[in-house]
């Protein structure tokens, strides 16, 4: 029996995976909404049923986050998305507008394929599997090889459950021998109509480089100020559950905290009070040495780890039970590891006098992970609306930034993939959802006759201008430029007032503004 190299077997697998997708997708283009529905019934029901046991075997793989909260993400992705898409449209007539007579249709996008990170790969799996289907498409998947065996089981999870219910064989798949170049075969499959890509910012940016529509989120950095009118109490309790959450591996939690001078006090002592330690210099130092290796890229051996393994392996003592380790920081970027993406449980620290100064400091921690997410404790109206100018997709108001951003705490969709805009490089800047993988159809009925459009059209003022430039006296082709500047001047000084503009029996007005433009046109004319 011939062997094969590792690389040659992973890159025909995505081959066949693509084939047998793409005829997957086929056949399930043309279930009703009643056949879809059951579908997804089924694959919630057993994503239910097994999230305990993938969150254990995502944490015993990769070493990210905790078991119970890689569950509750689980049940997000399945029980809790349930209810927020099965009464979405995304069968046949999805909107009918009697007016303008406009009736939107949808259909299926066609084979999804699906990068896995190794921060949420089981909830990545199961939500992306889920929205594929209930808009009637296949998904192929592409597992990170740190969370390969999770990944797998909980596509195959999927692919049975919905097979079950009626679904064709292959509506799901994965990869199982998980490699960068099956990767890029998949990517660049004639059978694969669209990418979700999440991941890391080369991983998505490959994606869009594939040759076809993407749907690529990138990185975050998400600041979380603390504004003087805010509960303080509150909002520190908000920020410790959302960044011990899974210990911080969603992109969408705080990266740094902001406060001002006026309540320093306060936000500090009540971190301390609800487990937070901070840092000396020294400490901080050593912390930084360990999580960032090349200038501000993070040592994935210390994403999604307990205060405790962080500071046992600086070589540092920090009391028992602390849940946060926090580091004060005097400046953002190179130089200042703290200020970039910490996808673990440690939060940079800044201070500043007041919330222009917030502003100011929110948008340089932005500029590394720009368009994504940023967080805002106050009970002003004013400030919210100030900070809603940021380049930053979710403004998180009065909430956690992991629970918010995914649509657990907040009315936002809940989703696992949280577009960037194209401040982040990204086609997409809302929480992805099953909407965004159909194409939507629109049959237009007419409501005008296509022959009398310009004649019949009040707003049109139709200027014979061949005719009329017969006509104009010879001296306006030798106007110099100062002229028709003055002319220009006189035409745009010619202020049309409502009244002026709806009386078409106004000869004189609409003569003299016909006369100006003929001149200027014939002026333009003899210049060339």
């Not at 007579?101 to 992306?128: R, Y």
């Not at 959302?242 to 705080?254: M, R």
């Not at 061949?466 to 028709?484: G, K, R, Y």
């Not at 709806?502 to 014939?522: C, G, M, Y």
């Amino acid at each position: 029996m011939q062997n094969f190299d590792k690389d040659l077997c992973s890159i025909q697998e995505a081959r066949d995976l693509a084939r047998l997708g793409k005829a997957a997708t086929d056949i399930i283009a043309d279930y009703t909404e009643e056949q879809i529905n059951k579908i997804i019934c089924n694959m919630v029901r057993v994503a239910e049923e097994n999230a305990a046991c993938l969150a254990q075997m995502a944490v015993e793989e990769t070493g990210f986050g905790k078991v119970e909260d890689k569950t509750f993400k689980n049940h997000l992705a399945s029980g809790v998305l349930y209810d927020s898409i099965k009464d979405m449209k995304t069968i046949g007539v999805i909107n009918e507008d009697n007016v303008n007579k406009i009736i939107e249709v949808a259909e299926p996008v066609g084979l999804v394929m699906g990068i896995v990170p190794s921060t949420n790969p089981t909830s990545t799996t199961i939500f992306k599997s889920i929205i594929a289907i209930k808009s009637r498409n296949a998904i192929v998947f592409s597992p990170h090889p740190s969370a390969a065996k999770c990944t797998i089981k909980a596509a195959q999870l999927m692919h049975d459950a919905a097979v079950e219910a009626g679904a064709p064989k292959n509506i799901v798949g994965c990869i199982t021998k998980p490699s960068l170049g099956a990767t890029n075969e998949l990517m660049k499959s004639k059978e694969v109509s669209l990418i979700i890509a999440t991941g890391g910012p080369a991983m998505v940016k490959a994606a869009y480089s594939a040759g076809k529509p993407a749907l690529g989120v990138g990185a975050g950095n998400s600041p979380a100020y603390i504004e003087r009118t805010a509960n303080v109490q509150q909002a520190v309790r908000n920020i410790m559950a959302s960044k011990t959450f899974d210990n911080g591996t969603i992109c969408a939690s705080e990266q740094s905290i902001i406060c001002e001078e006026c309540n320093h006090d306060l936000v500090v002592e009540e971190f301390k009070k609800q487990g937070a330690y901070f840092m000396t210099d020294e400490e901080t130092e050593k912390v930084c040495r360990l999580l960032f290796k090349n200038g501000h890229a993070m040592n994935a051996k210390f994403v999604g780890r307990s205060p405790q393994v962080i500071a046992n392996a600086a070589g540092i003592s920090i009391p028992q039970g602390t849940k946060v380790l926090i580091g004060e920081q005097k400046g953002v970027g190179e130089g200042y590891p703290l200020s970039f993406e910490k996808l673990t449980t440690v939060l940079g620290f800044y201070t500043v006098k007041d919330d222009q100064e917030a502003c100011e400091l929110s948008i340089k921690l932005l500029q590394n992970g720009i368009g994504h997410t940023m967080s805002l404790h106050t009970e002003d109206r004013n400030i919210v609306m100030k900070f809603a100018r940021k380049p930053a997709s979710r403004i998180l108001v009065n909430t956690g930034g992991t629970q918010g951003g995914t649509g657990a705490s907040t009315g936002l969709m809940p989703s696992f993939t949280l577009g960037c805009g194209t401040w982040g490089g990204s086609s997409v800047s809302e929480n992805v959802t099953p909407r965004h993988l159909i194409n939507v159809k629109r049959v237009a009925y007419g409501l005008k006759d296509c022959a009398t459009l310009a004649s019949t059209d009040p707003t049109f003022n139709c200027i014979k201008t061949e005719e009329n430039c017969h006509s104009v006296n010879n001296q306006s082709l030798n106007m110099s430029p100062a002229e028709i500047f003055a002319a220009a001047q006189r035409l745009s000084n010619n202020e049309c007032n409502t009244e002026k503009c709806k009386a078409a029996n106004d000869t004189e007005n609409n003569e003299e503004i016909r006369n100006l433009v003929n001149q200027i046109v014939a002026a333009m004319k003899g210049a060339k």
